[in-house]
């Protein structure tokens, strides 16, 4: 059964700061990983998709990486905003079928 | 708008009660998702339909959930006979399909039952 997990839970930054959010997952076959953002009370909004073929992907000051063999993504904020305050989910969809499976989020604080 | 759209977007209900719920998907996007989440965690997978089949469904989709998608457009998702465990917001996804398959989510529909 695949678990994906987020560290850390929570983390709270200056301003300015760069930062690394990470994702784990327990089984490699997977079919492409997904990074999103949700902001208290709402849906969530995709940041970046990572083909299971791929290392990389980038968008603005975004850049997500993926070892799919050691089971790890990481999600690089550069030169934080207190507008990235949110909570940052990665899911993990498994190379058979359509069961996104999701972990339980790290909650960004960017403090002005 | 040519987001995805769920509605109603709360939904307070007591017990024993049945409540529906509806998506509308990106109009070209064949595939749609149903998902839960309670506070704190991810969402969780309840069922997929490629156009009007559902394909997939969890084990959470017990028999009071069903979700129908008639004719390959919006999605309903009813549960029977609420408990208070049902207390989530339900999201709704759609994708394109095909080698990408990239995920949109709507703005969820946060359920309350008393």
């Known amino acids: 059964k695949q678990e994906v997990t987020q560290i850390p839970a929570a983390l709270s930054v200056p301003e300015g700061e760069n930062l690394v959010l990470n994702c784990s997952f327990t089984?490699?076959?997977?079919?492409?990983l997904q990074w999103f953002r949700q902001d208290p009370g709402k849906g969530l909004t995709s940041l970046l998709l990572?083909?299971?073929?791929?290392r990389e992907q980038t968008s603005g000051r975004l850049n997500a990486s993926l070892d799919k063999s050691s089971g790890r993504s990481t999600l690089y904020i550069a030169a934080s905003q207190p507008g990235d305050s949110a909570t940052y989910l990665c899911a993990v969809r498994p190379d058979r079928g359509q069961n996104f499976v999701f972990g339980p989020g790290t909650r960004l604080s960017v403090l002005p | 708008d040519t987001g995805v759209s769920q509605d109603p977007r709360h939904k307070i209900t007591k017990r024993g009660q049945n409540v529906t719920f509806r998506c509308d998907p990106i109009?070209?996007?064949?595939?749609l998702y149903w998902y839960r989440q309670t506070l704190g965690q991810g969402p969780e997978f309840l069922t997929y339909?490629?156009?009007?089949?559902?394909?997939?469904k969890s084990r959470l989709l017990s028999d009071r959930f069903s979700a129908e998608r008639p004719k390959g457009s919006f999605s309903t998702l009813e549960i029977q006979r609420t408990e208070q465990g049902d207390s989530a917001m339900y999201l709704c996804?759609?994708?394109?399909?095909?080698?990408?398959?990239?995920?949109?989510f709507g703005p969820g529909t946060r359920l309350t039952v008393l």
């Open positions: 990572i083909q299971s073929s791929q």
């Open positions: 996804a759609s994708s394109l399909g095909g080698t990408y398959n990239e995920q949109f």
């Open positions: 089984d490699s076959a997977i079919y492409n």
């Open positions: 109009s070209e996007h064949n595939r």
């Open positions: 339909f490629q156009n009007e089949a559902q394909l997939e």
